[in-house]
């Protein structure tokens, strides 16, 4: 396709100025994704030793890293690539010491104490693996997942961070992850160092994780981290990935998933069709051995489902102006529903008032809408294929299982490099490929499918790291970071063209309409589903991130000095034409009979028919502009790790961070100034004590941006590490730090642009048909001269319902992190035990309307016009919405209690357990794509915000994950088998088993009201919500929680209905955002993986696998029915969870 082949131009183009940058910069953001090798040189009397040579040696590359012990003893060599290591130390008249085996993981710290033997430097003394599992350089709290378990556990979807569940204190729920007590999308990920999700314009969900056999290991920072960490009040994602090594090494592999393999879900009578195969390579190895080394894998998706869907299509005979058959059920008779001449009425154009059916209930041609007339001809509407679901108004007529694809393509990319004894470098981009065969029309509806529309995501992402060593106690690590995300949202190749032109649809057709028109004669009496684009129809955004940042490391005496910048570029440019050829809405309004009396006839009147004449209800266009929104980051830091003594080390640091506010390339964006003085006060309806006015850039007294820049954030940051006992296995680690956060939600790129887009909104009466179109010059760019104080007020040129902006006071929020952790190795085993706190301050809520009536302002409805109870009055009368975008008005409070015990894969054994509890209060409510246990948990009044205080729906008390890895000890050269024949072997020997099990409790939810008083409940769809009364003293949960349903239905009881009841008028009532006391269900997941390897030669294995996730397909109830007096209020009738089994084969070599 023509995108993917430009984009990728692009993306060579944008590559080759961003390594000529890099060399010529060195700046970015690398230090985090390196490790550092530390530890003390001692002679045998335990006196330290200065000026001993260390070398520092990656096994798997041969690159080396020299550096020299201090004054004090201590060697440190900082800024190495994750991987295996050996260190070399010499001096002379001590043995050569070297260790082998030393494991070094991703933005870690790996101690090994050296002691050097009395003799000459050609004698030798070598040790394995001794490095110091406890961490004793920090009080920061993480878990590194290791390379095994990346590789060898199961892992549905191959989604990498899947695995962030073996993180005490981190989950993954609905594919984003929540860390330390933090909401989700407040996490920030980096991939060798920089930023991989387009965090800048409000969206730190995970954009990009990338394979599997890409990722060699990642580590989650959860709680107090040092303050080279920044712009994230939730924990940080940290991935590298994989290098070439001394040898060529490579792999092949695919994992096949079909539907046939899987068990039914709880309920289910059918299962979902699925087609998944993920396969691809990957190859590394040496271009010049200890030199330069090369690693690339692809990893090709190519995932098919299918569903059924069903739709009501009409008869065949509609199509031709017919009704003679339309029928309904009516008073328990099926009957023909007449159709009335609009031409007969006699009222206006608008409210026709027909009073005369058409003769036989069929509409002639010669009084068809032209523009309906050239649809119909097109053949855009299936004729049935199947009886209906309904034969008395012939709905569900039309079925078909319907393919849904995904194919795309990831290709990684990475260069090792030694510049010298003294500087080395790397490259590695990552790169996603959608594939465009997808790219086709739907059987039936052609292009007029309302599933029809397509997307295409691109994804780039690329790191360049340089690190040089100045002198053995000066080193610097700066890298250059480019993310990229392209979004392509359309009708595709077959179906993008100018419909509003072929169809003769005025004035649309002069501005490309490339999606098809959104007709909407769905429902009544007899229905026929609306066929067309949905909303968002056409779209093309494109999201840059810049990082540049550099740290330099100064060792001296007892201190590890750290500080550094670091700068970020944010950009989105996005063109959401969301509507190019109009959504066209119909009713029964002007095919309904009046009788003499001019009274409306019940049941009269059908949809189809209207459209068929033209005649609208509404109808509305919107043309976005390319909207350019971009943000600059700065930060700088200073850390210093002193080591006090041999056995305690403390940990201070200070971070300055500041962000722009978001601003538009060209201006075009508003802003709302809430107690300005309104210009138009006293004037008509509007009293004279109205305030607030809609503000624009560079105008009115206001500049580039149109709300505060915070500039005041300093984050300090402490730790501790404090070695106890004479073996010094045991370590007493804490941390407190400050941590501002990613300072917007998702809303930043595309709202907030009043009078900017080209858009019309026209309900009835409206004095056109649909051939005649909307009226000219509706969708005129709207000039400057009109973007006045008094814009979009009532009774102006461009009256507006809702105004969006963001808050003019933002600050930025953040986070205050503590713990306490104590950690013990034995043997190969770690224990660590933790108490975290993490208290959140201007946490984001989804968007609020601030036009609410006062609670105690209700009761004056009796008396008072609604509008003149709101506080900002000036705006149209249909519900005026002043609505603040994810205002940082909220407090989280998260304790949690971890447990971790941890054997790294070792001797063909490898186990994680992780406990966690956790009490977690807030009043912050669900936020765009945020992912929660719970549920309802919008507010009830914002004037109250304290009110709403309760147990977050994150909040899950108990929480249990496991994941054993264990090669079975039989086969030739094992404990059991050792000499076995080769066939016998083949068949018995080289068994593996993996699992990752969870078991949790359930989390806290809320409960609404279905029907309430209409004068409190009219504010429902702007982010608030009515909730009931609870009965005094009543027992909340019912007293057969858990057993099944009585009658026939499916499901099982959880809540007593009668512990509620609805609202009295005009008031608001006390259940809680989430109940006091109540959870919801818990869930068990036990995935395994079960694995026969065959070895052969020396490097190849061939390994066949089965996975099998939630092998005893295991029901996981879903939340019970929260709508009070609602049908099955309280009850839970649908479970999620059922046995899904994946088949893999793949060869090492």
């Not at 070094?104 to 003394?125: A, F, K, R």
């Not at 068929?612 to 509404?618: I, Q, T």
């Not at 016009?865 to 009055?873: A, H, I, K, M, S």
């Not at 989390?1003 to 009965?1031: S, W």
Request: proline share 6%.
């Amino acid at each position: 396709m023509s995108n993917r082949r430009h984009g990728l131009a692009g993306v060579q183009f944008v590559l080759g100025i961003l390594i000529s940058v890099a060399i010529a910069m060195h700046h970015g953001r690398a230090q985090t994704a390196l490790g550092t090798i530390t530890g003390v040189v001692k002679d045998p009397s335990g006196a330290v030793i200065p000026g001993a040579r260390v070398q520092v040696i990656n096994d798997e590359t041969g690159m080396v890293v020299a550096v020299q012990s201090q004054a004090d003893g201590t060697y440190l060599a900082p800024s190495l690539v994750p991987g295996e290591y050996r260190i070399l130390v010499e001096l002379e008249g001590f043995k050569r010491y070297e260790a082998r085996g030393l494991r070094l993981n991703v933005g870690s710290t790996l101690t090994h104490p050296v002691v050097l033997e009395v003799g000459v430097v050609t004698e030798q003394v070598q040790v394995s693996g001794q490095a110091l599992v406890v961490e004793t350089t920090s009080g920061q709290v993480g878990h590194t997942v290791q390379v095994e378990q990346i590789l060898e556990m199961p892992n549905q979807n191959r989604n990498v961070y899947n695995l962030v569940n073996l993180t005490p204190g981190a989950f993954m729920q609905g594919g984003e992850v929540s860390v330390g007590g933090s909401r989700t999308q407040s996490t920030a990920q980096q991939l060798d160092g920089v930023q991989s999700s387009r965090a800048g314009l409000g969206a730190n969900q995970i954009d990009l994780a990338p394979p599997i056999d890409a990722v060699r290991e990642f580590k989650v920072e959860v709680n107090a981290m040092g303050a080279e960490y920044g712009r994230s009040s939730g924990g940080v994602l940290n991935a590298v990935t994989r290098s070439g090594t001394n040898e060529f090494r490579g792999a092949l592999y695919e994992f096949v998933r079909n539907d046939r393999f899987d068990a039914r879900g709880w309920a289910a009578d059918v299962k979902p069709t699925l087609r998944r195969n993920n396969f691809g390579g990957s190859l590394g190895g040496p271009i010049r051995k200890n030199k330069t080394l090369f690693f690339y894998n692809l990893d090709l998706l190519r995932d098919h489902t299918a569903s059924v869907r069903t739709r009501s299509v009409g008869l065949p005979e509609f199509q031709q102006g017919d009704f003679s058959r339309a029928t309904a059920l009516v008073g328990g008779q099926v009957r023909v529903v007449p159709i009335y001449d609009p031409a007969t009425g006699t009222g206006t154009f608008a409210e026709p008032r027909a009073t005369q059916p058409f003769p036989g209930n069929v509409i002639p041609k010669s009084r068809w809408d032209p523009v309906a007339t050239r649809i119909i001809e097109g053949r855009y509407i299936p004729a049935p294929n199947r009886p209906p679901n309904n034969v008395y108004n012939n709905s569900g007529n039309w079925q078909q299982n319907a393919l849904s694809a995904d194919h795309r393509n990831y290709h990684t990319i990475r260069l090792d490099h030694e510049l010298s004894t003294s500087t080395r470098a790397y490259a590695r981009f990552l790169f996603t490929e959608p594939d465009d065969s997808l790219d086709h029309a739907s059987q039936g509806y052609g292009p007029a499918d309302p599933d029809q529309l397509y997307l295409w995501n691109n994804r780039y992402n690329l790191a360049l790291n340089v690190t040089h060593l100045f002198s053995p106690t000066l080193f610097l690590s700066s890298t250059l970071g480019f993310n990229r995300l392209t979004i392509h949202r359309g009708s595709g190749a077959c179906c993008d063209t100018n419909w509003a032109e072929k169809f003769g649809i005025p004035v649309l057709a002069k501005v490309a309409g490339e999606a098809f028109p959104r007709l909407n004669f769905g429902g009544g009496l007899v229905p026929v589903d609306a066929i067309g684009a949905t909303g968002n129809a056409n779209r093309f955004a494109a999201f840059n991130n810049f990082d540049y940042d550099f740290q330099f490391t100064r060792v001296g005496g007892k201190h590890t000095l750290k500080f550094g910048f670091k700068h970020q570029r944010f950009q989105g440019n996005d063109n959401n034409r969301r509507q190019p050829s109009g959504t066209w809405a119909f009713t029964e309004r002007f095919t309904r009979g009046y009788d003499a009396q001019g009274k409306a006839i019940a049941n009269t009147g059908i949809r189809f028919a209207e459209f068929l004449l033209g005649r609208l209800n509404s109808v509305s266009v919107n043309l976005e502009p390319m909207m350019g929104k971009r943000i600059r980051y700065y930060a700088g830091y200073l850390q210093d790790d002193i080591r006090l003594t041999p056995r305690l080390t403390i940990n201070l640091g200070v971070r300055y961070e500041t962000e722009t506010p978001a601003s538009e390339v060209g201006g075009r964006m508003n802003g709302f100034s809430p107690y300005k003085p309104n210009p138009l006060a006293g004037q008509g309806d509007i009293p004279a004590w109205a305030t607030g006015i809609v503000t624009f850039p560079n105008r009115f007294g206001y500049g580039k941006y149109l709300w505060r820049w915070d500039k005041n954030n300093i984050a300090p940051r402490f730790g501790f590490a404090w070695r106890l006992g004479r073996k010094e296995n045991t370590v007493l680690r804490g941390g407190f730090g400050l941590f501002y956060a990613e300072p917007y939600s998702r809303n930043v790129q595309q709202v907030a642009r009043m009078s900017f887009e080209q858009s019309y909104e026209g309900r009835h009466p409206l004095p056109f048909t649909l051939a005649q179109g909307i009226p000219a010059g509706a969708l005129d760019p709207i000039p400057e001269s009109e973007r006045t104080p008094t814009f979009g007020m009532r009774g102006t040129r461009f009256a507006t319902s809702t105004v969006q902006f963001f808050d003019e006071a933002r600050v930025v929020g953040y986070s205050l992190d503590c713990n306490l952790t104590l950690q013990h190795q034995w043997r190969s085993w770690l224990f660590e035990v933790g108490a975290l706190a993490k208290l959140g301050r201007h946490v984001p809520f989804a968007n609020i309307n601030l036009n609410h009536i006062r609670p105690e302002d209700l009761p004056k409805l009796e008396t008072t016009p609604q509008l003149l109870l709101r506080p900002w009055p000036i705006f149209a009368i249909d519900m005026p919405q002043i609505q603040v975008m994810s205002p940082n008005w909220g407090i989280s409070n998260a304790y949690l209690g971890t447990f971790r015990a941890e054997r790294r894969f070792r001797d063909g054994f490898g186990l994680v357990l992780a406990y966690t509890f956790s009490s977690w209060i807030d009043n912050v409510i669900f936020v765009g794509d945020d992912t929660t246990f719970g549920d309802n948990d919008q507010i009830q009044n914002i004037y109250c915000l304290a009110c709403e205080r309760s147990r977050s729906t994150n909040s899950v008390p108990h929480r249990l994950v496991f994941g054993p890895i264990w090669d079975l000890p039989v086969g030739r050269g094992r404990m059991m088998g050792r000499s076995w024949h080769p066939v016998l072997d083949g068949i018995a020997g080289g068994w593996q088993f993996s699992m990752l099990g969870t078991i949790r409790s359930g989390a806290p939810f809320g409960v609404t009201v279905l029907n309430g008083p209409l004068e409190i409940r009219g504010d429902a769809a702007d982010g608030t919500e009515l909730r009931p009364n609870l009965v005094k003293d009543a027992r909340i949960y019912d007293a057969r929680k858990g057993q099944p349903l009585e009658g026939g239905n499916r499901g099982i009881y959880w809540l007593t209905p009668d512990a509620f009841y609805l609202p009295e008028r005009y008031h608001l009532d006390n259940a809680s955002r989430t109940l006091p006391g109540v959870l919801g269900p818990g869930a068990i997941d036990l995935d395994l993986m079960l694995a026969k390897n065959w070895r052969f030669r020396e490097h190849y294995r061939l390994q066949f696998r089965w996975e099998a996730y939630n092998f005893i397909n295991h029901p996981n109830w879903n939340l019970p029915g929260q709508s009070v007096g609602g049908s099955g209020f309280g009850w839970i009738t649908g479970a999620s969870g059922r046995r899904i089994m994946q088949f893999g084969l793949k060869l090492y070599f």
